[in-house]
């Protein structure tokens, strides 16, 4: 009878143990990034020079959009506002512990969300919580976060991809270890050479079922290309569609064409001459075909943008038709003072693979509004801290962000990343009345009628949103086919 019971408990032991197996993380996950900060990249998510491809691994938000782009709970299980939408109050998920082994509460949203308002820090992500003037601790699992105006869409705000969750204090030290509750822990940090991070064994959400994730800096867009052909990272996002037909029909490879909120476009400084004169920058944009870009640079996979930050699928889009007009162009330059057109320099990188091609598309377009263009290159490795924001002209690209968040980071008059220099006190009052309006329509048009006061008068042109086409390995699985601050990376397995 013994010997029967030691047999039983032999199985048991050898099913648990297999089954425990084939559940355990596996296997390791190489992506790259581009090393856009240079060694002021760091993990601390509020900061330029935040690396997201680990950020997003590492640490969680207190809401995000599900699959289907709908605010959904992360941190946060539950949140609701006051009558005239001034107060919001976030209940917490308990039980979830950062990567340290400390637990996560309220006293560490607090501490997280309000770091990024401090004026030393300087946080481009500042503009998000504009409108928060504190957070009162409830309770250990509860806040309460009061605004200075109503805001009916303050949720939205708070799936930007840099509010992380850090441990209340660690803000001196997080640019290094990149602590927080994700489903991931950073082992080793090195910006300019590999990163790797481990499992996090305890996540929340379940255990990953990758073992190792290694983000390799790779500055150079061809470079990422080859080194996706030849097996040192298993996925690059930013392949560009000229490039497909190297993937397709390669079983060692799978290519899906994800629609976004990203956009790609050309940034004119709005105080340097000729591009103060807003006559001068839209006819700049009006010299432009947006489809032809369209169909040249993307192979047609992308949506065209009269210039508006705004993603297709977000409710506030303003939707209107800009087809290339030449006349007008010229006509505005005359008016401008410039019958003979104008000369200007676009500075661009390899950093984005499609820049120097969009470039060249434009050269050949304005020509016919008498804009002759020179195109410069410049390094990629120091593109974001020489030449954006430095240049007259330069090109730009940024993720998606719901609509009050990338109007007011990208073109508010106080904003850190406006990158055009833009002001407009008219366009300003137009995001305060819609942050205000507790009406759905009303607020649409406020949102709507800043966007129409961008196409008279923006300094960045804004072609398409791009479609992204994602190459991985086929070893792959499990990588959901949205953008990327929505993947579920605990379930993404390599086999």
Not at 227 to 241: K, P, S
């Amino acid at each position: 009878m013994k010997n029967i019971y030691k047999l039983i408990s032999v199985s048991l032991i050898s099913i648990l143990i297999s089954f425990s197996s084939a559940n355990a993380s596996s296997g390791t996950f190489k992506l790259s990034h581009d090393l856009g900060f240079g060694k002021d990249t760091n993990l601390d998510a509020i900061t330029k020079g935040r690396l997201f491809q680990v950020v997003i691994m590492t640490q969680n938000r207190l809401v995000r959009k599900n699959l289907k782009g709908v605010v959904s709970e992360e941190l946060a299980t539950k949140w609701s506002a006051n009558a005239d939408a001034t107060e919001w109050t976030f209940n917490l998920r308990k039980g979830v512990k950062f990567h340290d082994g400390s637990d996560f509460d309220a006293e560490d949203v607090k501490y997280s969300l309000m770091r990024v308002k401090d004026p030393e820090i300087g946080s481009p992500a500042k503009k998000s919580l504009s409108v928060v003037t504190d957070i009162e601790i409830v309770d250990s699992h509860t806040v309460k976060m009061k605004l200075s105006t109503s805001f009916a869409d303050f949720p939205l705000n708070l799936t930007d991809y840099r509010l992380r969750m850090i441990p209340s204090g660690s803000g001196d030290t997080i640019g290094q270890t990149g602590i927080g509750t994700g489903p991931f822990m950073v082992e080793k940090f090195d910006a300019e050479g590999t990163t790797i991070l481990k499992a996090n064994p305890n996540y929340w959400e379940g255990a990953p079922g990758l073992a190792e994730v290694h983000v390799i800096a790779i500055p150079d867009g061809e470079a990422r290309v080859q080194a996706l052909l030849t097996g040192q990272i298993d996925m690059n996002r930013y392949v560009q569609f000229s490039q497909k037909k190297i993937f397709d029909g390669n079983k060692k490879f799978k290519a899906t064409v994800i629609p976004t909120g990203n956009w790609r476009g050309m940034v004119m400084n709005t105080e340097r001459a000729p591009f103060n004169d807003p006559k001068v920058r839209k006819a700049v944009r009006l010299a432009i075909d947006r489809q032809e870009l369209v169909d040249t640079v993307m192979g047609g996979e992308a949506v065209v943008s009269c210039d508006t930050p705004v993603a297709p699928s977000d409710q506030y889009r303003l939707t209107m038709k800009c087809p290339q007009d030449i006349k007008k162009a010229k006509k505005l330059l005359a008016e401008a003072g410039y019958p003979d057109g104008i000369e200007m320099v676009i500075h661009v990188s390899t950093k984005e693979p499609t820049w120097p091609t969009i470039a060249e598309v434009i050269q050949q377009q304005v020509a016919k509004a008498g804009i002759k263009v020179d195109i410069k290159m410049t390094p990629s490795k120091s593109y974001w801290k020489e030449t954006w924001m430095k240049k007259d002209v330069a090109m730009t690209r940024w993720n998606e962000r719901s609509a009050d968040s990338v109007l007011h980071e990208v073109y508010h008059s106080s904003a850190k990343w406006n990158e055009s220099y833009y002001k407009s006190s008219s366009f300003d009052k137009n995001l305060a009345s819609a942050r205000a309006e507790l009406n759905f329509n009303k607020r649409k048009k406020a949102y709507k009628n800043a966007q129409k006061t961008l196409w008279e008068e923006s300094g960045t042109m804004i072609p398409y949103h791009v479609s992204k086409l994602v190459v991985t390995n086929s070893r792959v699985k499990n990588l959901d086919e949205v953008e990327v601050f929505s993947i579920q990376w605990h379930k993404v397995k390599v086999k």
